[in-house]
């Protein structure tokens, strides 16, 4: 069981771009989510056959990793205002889904 850790959040000006990573070894990467305040956690992009991206990020967000860091990262590009959440790395983990604590992305409008 290995708790994944997000990192790469902050504050922007909507249009601006964030690189978020998740680092995590020995995991199985499942997925980018997030959650606003007041809102239920939603999910940002999923690995099935090939990236499932939520309508809301398509065409804005992509995945990538590096296999020798362990890291998957998320380039966040032309961020809005709605965007702003708090982002979580799902990994699953010796039978065990696992979240890390989250990084915080801010867009300002």
């Known amino acids: 069981q290995v708790q994944p850790v997000e990192s790469g959040g902050g504050l922007v000006q909507a249009g601006g771009s964030l690189r978020l990573s998740c680092a995590a070894s020995?995991?199985?990467?499942m997925g980018w989510y997030r959650q606003a305040p007041g809102k239920q956690r939603e999910f940002v992009v999923t690995?099935?056959?090939?990236?499932n991206y939520a309508d809301s990020v398509k065409g804005r967000f992509t995945i990538s990793r590096d296999n020798a860091k362990n890291t998957v990262y998320l380039q966040m590009n032309s961020l809005k205002p709605e965007d702003t959440a708090v982002y979580y790395c799902?990994?699953?983990?010796?039978?065990?889904?696992?979240w890390g604590q989250g990084t915080q992305v801010t867009v300002s409008s």
């Open positions: 690995i099935t056959t090939g990236a």
């Open positions: 799902n990994v699953y983990s010796k039978g065990v889904m696992m």
């Open positions: 020995g995991s199985i990467f």
